[in-house]
């Protein structure tokens, strides 16, 4: 009986000095991040729009020792020969591609409704004498390609991006599915998708770009590069990145779980006359102008110092992903304009279209701020005088949902 009692009691000391040391940790990290912490507070007050969700999300991005663990973690899953990560957030299918999981897909019901708002938005750019595509980008998942471990879950968005693509066809709306034309035989699966990131490598952007411009000059007439001074894989010099990329995917789980992998960087062998301006969705902006590689790049991303946990190798195009960009061709002011609603797929492609066409407005189609509206975006661009030969919307598969479709929305 004595015996027993100590072992109780052993338990609830260590259950207490547990208690103890995890109140101490997170009051200590809670004192670390307390700038952040106030920043995002006093922002929810100025709202008027208390969002606790999100203070936790700012504790969690802020804790200390945050890398150790995941990498700790990460250790653990590998030892124990998990395919997954995250509570099945991604899977890791046998060539070592970590994929979005899904253990059943629920049908969206309003994308009737998405196609009919791209119809108006269509109607609306028309008026003005501008021309709407539509692009949708390949996804990752790909069942002539992965394999999955017996019982891996899938995300598989190919319904959802079939039904859309349906409904813009019988809408009269021009579209373009990039799927179509990658990966393929001249870039396999394995070179057109990073194995730790969602996104297609830097070549599948740049060839997606070129495919873009065909489709262009196909569908509606105008040639980009009737001389192949913009748009020729020759005028970029290649270079090789040696296992420095870390993506989305593999910061979730770890170095030790994911492991590092290369990264294919084009870089311009002209220099051109660019001129740019980011905007974040707290309004804060930033302005280059110069060359290619000095606005349309952050080279900051390959140096050997880089922190692969914070940036990403694949962000060096466009500085990254910023709410708006509003990029400018000086050397090419006659070109045609084009305006973009577009998510992180487009980051490089807007930087190797950019030598064909004077100006590219973009706005990313997960703006955050409820306070921006791309209708009332787009009458400022217009009372203003600028005028746009192309509206392109682009859209990764996984990010057709409502919040990507932010414009002729029906009151909730």
Known sequence: MDMMRQYITKKRIFAVVFIICLLAFSAYNMYTCRKALWDKALKQFKEKK???????????????????????????????????????????????????????????????????????????????GTKLL????????????????????????????????????????????????????????????????????????????????????????????????????????????????????GRRAGVIYSGLEDCMILFPKFTGNYKWKGTTDSGRTKEKEGSFTEVLMDLDNLSDDNNYYINTQYGTYLNGLYSIDNVENLDNTDGPSIFMIRDSYFSPVISFLMPAVSRVDAVWALFENEDFHILHYLAEQYRSGKAYDYMIIEIYPYNIEDKAFRFFRESR
Do not use: C
């Open 50 to 128: 208390i969002d606790t969700q999100a203070l936790e999300s700012t504790m969690q991005d802020k804790i200390l020792w945050k890398y150790a663990f995941i990498e700790i973690h990460g250790a653990l899953q590998k030892a124990m020969g998990k395919q997954e990560v995250g509570n099945f957030t991604y899977v890791k299918d046998k060539n070592g591609f970590m994929l979005n999981s899904g253990f059943y897909m629920e049908d969206d019901p309003r994308i009737l409704e998405y196609a009919v708002r791209i119809k108006k938005l269509k109607d609306l750019a028309e008026r003005h």
């Open 134 to 249: 539509f692009v949708v980008t390949p996804p990752k998942y790909n069942k002539d390609y992965t394999v999955l471990g017996k019982g891996m879950p899938v995300n598989d968005p190919e319904g959802t991006t079939r039904e859309l693509l349906m409904y813009l066809h019988r809408l009269g709306i021009e579209t373009l599915d990039l799927s179509e034309y990658l990966p393929n035989e001249e870039i396999p699966y394995d070179e057109a998708f990073f194995r730790t990131d969602h996104h297609w490598t830097v070549p599948a952007s740049f060839r997606a770009t070129q495919i873009l411009a065909d489709t262009i000059k196909d569908r509606f007439g105008e040639d980009l590069d009737p001389d192949g001074r913009y748009l020729a894989e020759s005028l970029y010099e290649k270079k090789l990145y040696r296992k420095g990329m870390l993506g989305a995917m």
